[in-house]
């Protein structure tokens, strides 16, 4: 299987007064699968369809390979597109629906025949080529769609959402099954999507879009850990990171009127960096709970308890804030009960009040 890199440079892109992409530059390395993660209208179907060629750019270049794209039309891009709603063709046999990329492409008939028993197989549907459509599952058409798309070796295969029509449970399956068939086959790829657990789980990396723009880049642990902004750190986790306001006053750190203990090394830092309001995210998990007052804890009432059978999810309040904890063992507290909490030290990150980005 050929593989290519996919370049976008300072790519803008408008439909009538609305600028849809601005100034968007992306790299997808060779081999690598990159997920596309934002909000449903923030870009990403556009994106992907600037890369095949299904629209034109106002600005910027696109690069497949060391081949700037940027004007060529989709045939010559050798590129493949799965979109969320199947597209298969009805009228034709899922043979033939795998058939059609390379019959267009004028492969001899024997060649045709090798590669559809070849894809059908790793797709798990060579015993349903001779059905149509009407007779197939959505996940089995889903199946064909992507065979359809790997039979003609794309150099670069484009996925649109493509498991959002599918039940949790196939979902779930149909994603593990795609990451494998990466393993094996290697292609890049482009997949899009708003949900971000698929985002988590398959992309080597993430690159999340928010109205026209990509916040960050980079391997599913360091988003999850290091959010660039409040709103990516909002957006991606369930639930997502809890956000407090803080202060540095008199080398000491509050939450309200709570004093807050925290390492001299944090302190050195924030001292360093002449902190004096700033704001704190924590993930849920990283918060300890305690039913009872311990040096450096802070005080917080249980708003509402919620059982997720392998753990509790509380939702706390803590001076003017309201945010979420795992809480591992039964506490026996419950509603309107106080609780003390702790936040694991290297999990706490500290971003700035007006620009909302991260700071360490
Ligand atoms: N062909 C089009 N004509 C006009 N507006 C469009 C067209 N395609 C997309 N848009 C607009 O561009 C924005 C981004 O759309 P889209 O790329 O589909 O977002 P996403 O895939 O992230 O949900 C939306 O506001 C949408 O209404
Ligand atoms: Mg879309």
């Not at 050929?2 to 992306?26: A, P, R, T």
């Not at 879009?209 to 957006?235: A, H, L, R």
């Not at 390492?263 to 704190?280: H, P, Q, W």
């Amino acid at each position: 299987m050929s593989k290519k890199g996919v370049v976008l440079l300072n790519i803008e892109k408008s439909f009538g007064g609305n600028k849809v992409l601005k100034n968007l530059s992306l790299e997808v390395k060779s081999g690598e699968f990159l997920v596309l993660l934002g909000p449903s209208g923030c870009g990403k179907t556009t994106t992907l369809r600037c890369i095949a060629g299904l629209e034109k750019v106002d600005k910027g270049k696109i690069f497949i390979g060391d081949r700037d794209v940027t004007e060529l039309p989709p045939s010559k891009r050798n590129i493949s597109m799965v979109f969320q709603n199947y597209a298969v063709f009805p009228h034709m046999k899922v043979y033939n629906n795998i058939a059609f990329g390379l019959k267009m492409r004028k492969f001899p008939r024997q060649e045709i025949d090798k590669k559809i028993k070849e894809v059908s197989k790793l797709l798990k549907i060579d015993n349903l080529l001779d059905r149509f459509p009407s007779q197939l599952s959505g996940g089995q058409k889903q199946r064909v769609a992507v065979a359809r798309a790997l039979a003609v070796d794309p150099d670069v295969l484009l996925m649109d959402e493509p498991l959002s029509n599918l039940d949790a449970l196939l979902r779930a399956e149909m994603r593990t099954e795609l990451k494998k068939l990466h393993r094996d086959l290697g292609t890049t790829t482009v997949y899009v999507t708003h949900d971000q657990i698929e985002a988590l789980s398959l992309g080597d990396r993430i690159a999340v879009m928010f109205d026209g723009e990509i916040v960050q880049i980079s391997n599913p642990k360091e988003i999850y850990e290091f959010p660039s902004t409040i709103k990516v750190g909002e957006f991606i986790g369930i639930p997502s990171m809890n956000f407090l306001k803080a202060r540095y006053e008199n080398g000491e750190i509050f939450i309200g009127n709570q004093k807050f203990e925290l390492s001299d090394k944090i302190r050195n830092e924030i001292e360093r960096k002449k902190l004096k309001e700033f704001i704190i995210g924590i993930r849920a998990e990283n918060i300890e709970i305690y039913a009872n007052k311990c040096r450096g804890s802070l005080c917080s009432k249980i708003l509402l308890k919620e059982e997720l059978g392998y753990t509790q999810l509380l939702t706390l309040k803590i001076e003017d804030f309201t945010i979420k904890a795992f809480s591992k063992a039964e506490i026996g507290l419950g509603i309107d009960n106080y609780v003390y909490i702790k936040f694991r030290e290297d999990k706490i990150r500290f971003f700035d009040c007006n620009t909302r980005k991260l700071i360490f």
